[in-house]
RNA sequence: GACAAGGUGGCUGAAUGGCGAAGGCAACGGAUUGCAAACCCGUUUUGUAUGAGUUCGAAUCUCAUCCUUGUCUCCA
C-alpha cells in the first residue's frame, strides 16, 4: 500500500512524494485576503482547502507552522501602476480611516472563518505590521543590481533577473511572449519595462497609507509582502507555499523572483494552487460582482438559494470536490450534500449505540486504509468521502444485523471515522444548540406520541410528527426506540 | 491573441491504459412500517463533447474539430 504523501506541484506539473525540509516539520505560507470588502465564498473556499491540508499534514504527525498573511496595506487599481489604494478608496466611500476598514474587515473574516470551523493559522501577519521588512528586502534587491529607482518608487527589473534566473517558471510564460502581450504603455511610465513590477511606491499626496522610506514616502509594491513574511516566520526556503490559482500569475511569479533575488535561493518547495469556485459557470470575484457571501448562504437570503445552509453542509459540499478541480455552486449540489451530509453524521452516531460480536463480517483494516490512501493521493477528499460511504453502509447493516463488527475492529473504525470527519475534514455537528429545555420538551413529546400510537390513535401521533417535521425536527421510530435531529 | 485547465449518467463529482467507469443526490421496485421517514436489498436500458489514430486493450496517450473556464490588470 502506498503510504507516503503525495502532492501535485505546480512547479513540476506532476504529483510529487512529500519531503520536508526538516524531518517532521513543515513550514506553510498561504496568501491571505485582501481586508477591504467582505470575504465571499470563492475565498473561502481556498482557505478551507488550505485548511484542510494542514489539518492532514497535523494528522499525519507534522509539526506544522501555517503562516496566512492579512494583506492590509491595499493593491493599487490600474496596469500603470498609478491609482489609489483600494483601501483608502473604500475609506473615503465610508468615510472611515483606513485601519478601521481593515479592523472592520479582518474581524469580520475571522468570524466566517470561524464558522466554517477551520483552525487558525500558526501566525496571521499583516502587511502594515511588515513595512520594515519590506523596506530591508528593498534594499537588498536594489544592491543585487536588479531594481532601480525611478521618480520615488523602486521597480523590479524583471528583464535584468531573466538573465540568470527564469521569470515564468511556475506559470509556464515567457517574458517575450508576455511583453509582446502587454498594452503599450504611454511615454510618461516610470518603468524600463512594462513587465517590471513595483517594490516600493511613491505615495501621492492623497494617499492615506503611507509611510517614508530611503526613497520617498511611499507603500510597499504588491507582491513583497508575501516575501517579507514568509521569508521571516518561515526562513529563506520552505516547504509549501499555497494560495487561489488566480494569484500564480503575476503575484507568485513575482515572488520567485524576489525571493531569488533576494537571497539567491528558490523560496518555496512545493507551490500549490487551489482551483475556483464558480458560481453560474463564472469565477467569484469581487470585482465583477459575481459572489456570494457566506453570510447570505447561513441566512438564505439570496435569490439563488432554495434555502439556508449550515458552514458545515458548505464545507461538506467543498470537500465532495477535489482542491484542484473548479467547482461550480448551486443550490441544488448543495441540498444534494446536506442529505449526504446528514447521512454520515447519523452513521457517526449510531456507531457508537453497535454492539460488537466476535468477529468482523467486513475488512475493517482495509477501509481505513483506503481513507489514507485517498488523502496520501494529494489530499483527494472526494475520494475519502466515497470510501467512508462504503463504512456508513457497513455500519448501517450492522445496525439493521445484517453484518457484524468485532470490537477491536469498532474501536478502530470509529476512531478513523472520528479522526478523518472531524479532524482531517474539519466538520463538526451542525445541530443547532440542543438546550436541555429543549431535551425535555422532546421527552414530554415523544412520550405523548408513543401512548397516542399503544392506543391506535394514528391521528394525533401522526399530528406530532408531521408538525415537528415542520418545525425541522425530524423523529426516528426504529427497533431500539425513537430518536429525534434537529437540522 | 498567448498560455493553462477542463468537457464523464437525470444532477453533482471521482477514476489518467486493463475485468461490470467510485461515491453522494434523484427516480423506480422490493423489504420494513399502523401509514410514513430513516435504514437495508435491487434497478436506472448503447453514460466518458465530436471525428480519426496508436494499442491485444483508451475516459485516460496522439492529432483535428467544437465548446467552457481561468490567467495575461487588483483578485482566493
Redesign the pocket.
Known amino acids: 500500500m502506498e503510504n507516503q504523501l503525495h502532492i501535485y506541484n505546480t512547479l513540476s506539473?506532476e504529483k510529487e512524494v512529500f519531503k520536508p525540509i526538516v524531518e517532521k516539520h513543515v513550514g506553510m505560507y498561504v496568501?491571505?485576503?485582501?481586508v477591504y470588502s467582505d470575504v465571499h465564498l470563492?475565498?473561502c473556499?481556498?482557505f478551507i482547502s488550505f485548511d484542510m491540508i494542514y489539518r492532514y499534514l497535523l494528522h499525519s504527525g507534522y509539526k506544522v507552522r501555517y503562516v496566512r498573511n492579512i494583506?492590509d496595506a491595499g493593491?493599487?487599481?490600474?496596469?500603470a501602476d498609478e491609482g489609489e489604494d483600494?483601501i483608502a478608496q473604500k475609506a473615503r466611500l465610508e468615510k472611515l480611516e483606513p485601519m478601521e476598514i481593515v479592523q472592520k474587515y479582518t474581524v469580520g473574516f475571522r468570524e466566517v472563518m470561524r464558522l466554517f470551523n477551520t483552525l487558525p493559522p500558526s501566525i496571521e501577519p499583516t502587511a502594515t505590521g511588515h513595512i520594515i521588512e519590506q523596506i530591508e528586502i528593498t534594499k537588498n534587491i536594489l544592491e543585487k543590481g536588479l531594481a532601480y529607482v525611478s521618480n520615488g518608487s523602486v521597480y523590479f527589473d524583471v528583464e535584468k533577473f531573466n538573465v540568470n534566473g527564469d521569470y515564468g517558471m511556475l506559470?509556464?510564460?515567457k517574458t517575450d511572449?508576455?511583453i509582446s502581450?502587454?498594452r503599450d504603455l504611454d511615454g510618461q511610465s516610470e518603468k524600463r519595462n512594462p513587465l517590471d513590477f513595483a517594490l516600493w511606491k511613491k505615495a501621492s499626496p492623497s494617499h492615506i497609507m503611507h509611510w517614508p522610506s530611503p526613497w520617498s514616502i511611499g507603500f510597499p509594491g504588491?507582491h513583497l509582502e508575501c516575501t517579507a513574511m514568509s521569508t521571516k516566520y518561515l526562513g529563506d526556503q520552505f516547504d509549501i507555499h499555497g494560495?487561489?490559482?488566480?494569484?500564480?500569475?503575476?503575484?507568485h511569479e513575482c515572488e520567485i523572483a524576489q525571493g531569488k533575488s533576494a537571497t539567491g535561493k528558490a523560496p518555496v518547495n512545493y507551490w500549490l494552487h487551489?482551483n475556483?469556485?464558480?458560481l453560474n459557470?463564472?469565477?467569484?470575484?469581487?470585482?465583477t460582482g459575481n459572489t456570494l457571501l457566506p453570510e447570505e448562504l447561513f441566512s438564505g437570503n439570496n435569490n439563488l438559494l432554495s434555502k439556508a445552509f449550515h458552514p458545515m453542509v458548505v464545507r461538506f459540499f467543498m470537500m465532495?470536490?477535489?482542491y484542484r478541480?473548479?467547482?461550480?455552486f448551486?443550490s441544488?449540489?448543495l441540498?444534494?450534500?446536506e442529505?449526504?451530509f446528514i447521512?454520515l453524521m447519523?452513521a457517526l452516531a449510531d456507531l457508537n449505540a453497535i454492539k460488537p460480536a466476535a468477529s468482523s463480517s467486513e475488512n475493517a483494516d482495509s477501509m481505513i486504509g483506503s481513507f489514507y490512501e485517498a488523502m496520501n493521493d494529494d489530499f483527494?477528499t472526494?475520494?475519502l468521502?466515497?470510501n467512508m460511504?462504503?463504512a456508513?453502509?457497513y455500519i448501517?447493516?450492522i445496525?439493521?444485523g445484517?453484518a457484524t463488527i468485532s470490537a477491536p475492529d469498532l474501536d478502530k473504525l470509529r476512531s478513523a471515522l472520528h479522526a478523518f470527519v472531524f479532524d482531517v475534514l474539519g466538520l463538526r455537528e451542525a445541530k443547532e444548540g440542543n438546550d436541555s429545555k429543549l431535551e425535555a420538551v422532546m421527552q414530554v413529546i415523544l412520550e405523548i406520541r408513543k401512548k397516542a400510537?399503544d392506543e391506535k390513535d394514528?391521528a394525533t401521533?401522526?399530528l406530532l410528527?408531521d408538525r415537528l417535521s415542520e418545525a425541522g425536527i425530524?423523529?426516528?421510530?426504529?427497533k431500539e426506540g425513537v430518536t429525534y435531529t434537529v437540522q
Open positions: 506539473g496568501c491571505g485576503p485582501t470563492g475565498n473556499r481556498t494583506t493593491h493599487l487599481e490600474n496596469d483600494k506559470s509556464g510564460r511572449e508576455l502581450g502587454t504588491w494560495g487561489g490559482m488566480d494569484l500564480k500569475f503575476p503575484h487551489a475556483m469556485l464558480t459557470g463564472k469565477k467569484m470575484s469581487k470585482s465532495q470536490a477535489h478541480s473548479i467547482l461550480d448551486s441544488e449540489a441540498v444534494a450534500s442529505k449526504g447521512k447519523t483527494n472526494p475520494v468521502i466515497a460511504f462504503e456508513v453502509t448501517n447493516k445496525k439493521d445484517n400510537r394514528w401521533s401522526d410528527r425530524q423523529i426516528k421510530d426504529s
